[in-house]
C-alpha cells in the first residue's frame, strides 16, 4: 500500500494542511468559507483513499482486530504532522523541544502506518467499513 495513487492522495492533503495551518504568504486563512472548503477537500480526499484501499487491498475479515481509523484517516493525519514537522525545522530554533517533538510524532505515525499495512496484509487487523 505505498506507491501510486497513496502517494498523490497524501501529497494533496499535505498541500491542503499546509494551506490551513501555514496559509499562503505566511497568512493563515481566517475566512471561514476558506477553511471549511479546505477541510471539504480533505474529506473528500480522505474518502477517496478508503475507496482505493477497499478495491485494491484484499480483507481479511474472520479473526483479524478492528483497527479504529481508516487508511485515509491516518495518511490525512501524517499529512498534517509531516506539514507541522517541515513548518517547526523552517521556523524554530534547532534545539527547540517544539522541533524535536514534531519529528517524533511524525517519525510514530509512519511507524504505526507501517505496522497497520504489515497487519493488513497479514490478516491480522481489519479497516473499519464506512
Do not use: K
Not at 485515509?72 to 507541522?84: F, N
Amino acid at each position: 500500500m505505498v506507491g501510486g495513487p497513496l502517494l498523490w492522495f497524501a501529497r494533496d492533503l499535505a498541500v491542503l494542511h499546509e494551506r490551513r495551518l501555514v496559509g499562503r504568504g505566511g497568512s493563515v486563512p481566517t475566512d471561514p468559507a476558506t477553511v471549511l472548503e479546505i477541510d471539504r477537500r480533505r474529506t473528500e480526499l480522505v474518502m477517496a483513499v478508503d475507496d482505493w484501499v477497499a478495491r485494491s487491498v484484499p480483507q481479511h475479515r474472520l479473526g483479524a482486530t478492528l483497527h479504529t481509523e481508516t487508511v485515509g484517516a491516518v495518511i490525512d493525519r501524517i499529512a498534517e504532522s509531516s506539514v507541522r514537522a517541515h513548518h517547526a525545522l523552517m521556523t524554530l530554533d534547532a534545539h527547540n523541544e517544539r522541533l524535536h517533538c514534531a519529528w517524533h510524532h511524525l517519525a510514530e505515525l509512519a511507524d504505526a502506518y507501517d505496522d497497520l499495512v504489515r497487519d493488513i496484509q497479514a490478516g491480522r487487523r481489519r479497516l473499519p467499513e464506512w
